[in-house]
C-alpha cells in the first residue's frame, strides 16, 4: 500500500478546520483523511505550525519551501514524491494514487454535478 504524506501550511489547530468560519476544503479533507485510516490506509497529516521539525527533517520539503517558499503548502507526498502542490489532493486523485475506490456522501448523493465535492 502507498503511503500518503500531506504537509500542511500554518493553521491555527492541527485540522485547520476550527475558528468562526470553517474552510469547506479543510473539512472535506479532514474527512477523506478519517475515513481512509479508518480503512487501514497510512496517511499523515504534518502542520507547519504543530510539527515544524517534520518539514526541515523531510529533504523534499525542505528543498521545496527553501526555493519556493510556504507558498507552495499544500503539499502531497506518495511515497516520498511530490504528487501535488499548492492545494489539496481532490478525492479522485487519493482514490487513483492509493488504488482505491472513495465514496463520500456527497459522491453518493443523486443529482450532484460532482464537481470538487460541491453539489450544484
Known sequence: MKKVEIFDPAMCCSTGVCGPSIDPELLRVATVI???KEKGIEIKRHGLSSEPQDFIMTKVINDLLQKEGAEVL?????DGEVAKTKEYPRNEELAEWLGIEIKTKQSEQKGGCGSKGCCC
Not at 499544500?74 to 506518495?78: E, I, S
Request: aromatic content about 0%; overall charge neutral.
Open 34 to 36: 478519517n475515513s481512509l
Open 74 to 78: 499544500p503539499v502531497t507526498l506518495v
